[in-house]
């Protein structure tokens, strides 16, 4: 299914956009959640809507300190991030003035980091 992603500034107008797939709408919140989750230091808010009906979203101040997703996020999950990221990351300015995502972009660009059985 097809996703519309939205990062808010904190006047909760529309900063940045793109638009992706997923399965399932829980997979989907969980590739917007994290997207904000690394990119709050920059970003009031952000939205996920799925054919004009709003499934998720946050608003106002989280700075919710967040450790590497490398190290706790599945290989498939840091994937799924690093896409939504570098195509935010090359459309719009505003996306590479979060240092916080800009450095989690990095640590995800370098590979997984997990352990393999």
Same mark, same amino acid.
């Given at each position: 299914?097809?996703?519309?992603?939205?990062? #808010? +500034?904190?006047?909760?107008?529309?900063?940045?956009?793109?638009?992706? /797939?997923? /399965?399932?709408?829980?997979?989907?919140?969980?590739?917007? $959640?994290?997207?904000?989750? #690394?990119?709050?230091? %920059?970003? $009031? +808010?952000?939205?996920?809507?799925?054919? +004009?009906? #709003?499934?998720? $979203? /946050?608003? +106002?101040?989280?700075?919710?300190?967040?450790?590497?997703?490398?190290?706790?996020?599945?290989?498939? &999950?840091?994937?799924?991030?690093?896409?939504?990221? %570098?195509?935010?990351?090359?459309?719009? %300015?505003?996306?590479?003035? /979060?240092?916080?995502?800009?450095? &989690?972009?990095? %640590? #995800?660009?370098? $590979?997984?980091?997990?352990?393999?059985?």
């Amino acid at each position: 299914m097809q996703y519309n992603f939205y990062l #808010l +500034g904190v006047d909760n107008r529309i900063r940045a956009t793109d638009t992706f /797939s997923a /399965s399932n709408d829980e997979d989907a919140a969980q590739i917007a $959640g994290d997207a904000y989750l #690394l990119a709050q230091d %920059e970003f $009031g +808010g952000f939205e996920l809507w799925r054919y +004009g009906t #709003l499934l998720s $979203g /946050s608003r +106002g101040p989280r700075h919710v300190r967040v450790p590497s997703p490398a190290a706790w996020w599945s290989e498939v &999950r840091q994937q799924r991030a690093l896409e939504l990221e %570098e195509r935010l990351e090359s459309s719009f %300015e505003c996306i590479r003035s /979060s240092r916080e995502l800009m450095k &989690r972009i990095d %640590e #995800l660009r370098a $590979g997984p980091t997990m352990r393999r059985a």
